[in-house]
């Protein structure tokens, strides 16, 4: 319901078959739930109860997407408030975050393009994370979106260097 959880981008499922769905701002018309834009929101999967999970830092920007690792049971949420991946546990505590590109300025967002950590997915113990470098108004064909990965630790945290995976065709 729109009414109760705003505009929702991100979704992820647990074992359980609870519902997990990010707040966002992806255009003007979304609005933020009962949780705020930092929110991620969780379903339950008997009750379909809605409960504020996490709130991640987020003033006016919203989020991107979520998935859940279910080998290291844990959550990856992108921001676009500061252009981090977070990583939850279980039980929606943040563990920690990892930057895949500038450092965050502390500026209210939206991060610049460039900067902006979209989709989050987990296989074959990598994180892949796609980065919004262009749209149809950034007005330039020197840069494209992009998809990366990094390697994951045995606790589920990125290590290492990121690797670039693809590199999407120009936008305009």
């Not at 979704?11 to 018309?29: C, H, M, P, Q, Y």
């Not at 997407?65 to 676009?80: A, E, L």
């Not at 113990?125 to 840069?143: D, H, I, K, P, Q």
């Not at 995976?165 to 936008?171: T, Y």
């Amino acid at each position: 319901n729109q009414n109760v959880l705003g505009s929702v981008f991100g979704l992820a499922v647990n074992e359980r078959g609870d519902i997990f769905v990010t707040s966002t701002k992806s255009w003007s018309t979304d609005w933020a739930g009962f949780g705020g834009w930092g929110a991620v929101y969780r379903l339950d999967a008997i009750t379909g109860d809605v409960t504020v999970f996490a709130t991640l830092p987020n003033t006016t920007a919203g989020l991107g997407s979520i998935t859940w690792d279910c080998d290291h049971q844990v959550f990856f949420v992108s921001n676009m408030e500061d252009g981090l991946i977070y990583r939850l546990d279980a039980s929606g505590t943040i563990l920690d975050t990892f930057d895949p590109a500038a450092a965050w300025t502390g500026a209210a967002g939206p991060v610049a393009l460039g900067d902006r950590p979209w989709a989050v997915e987990v296989h074959a113990n990598r994180l892949y994370f796609s980065m919004w470098n262009e749209n149809c108004y950034s007005g330039t064909s020197a840069v494209a979106n992009e998809i990366w990965s990094v390697e994951l630790d045995a606790s589920g945290m990125p290590v290492g260097t990121e690797v670039l995976e693809i590199s999407l065709p120009d936008f305009n």
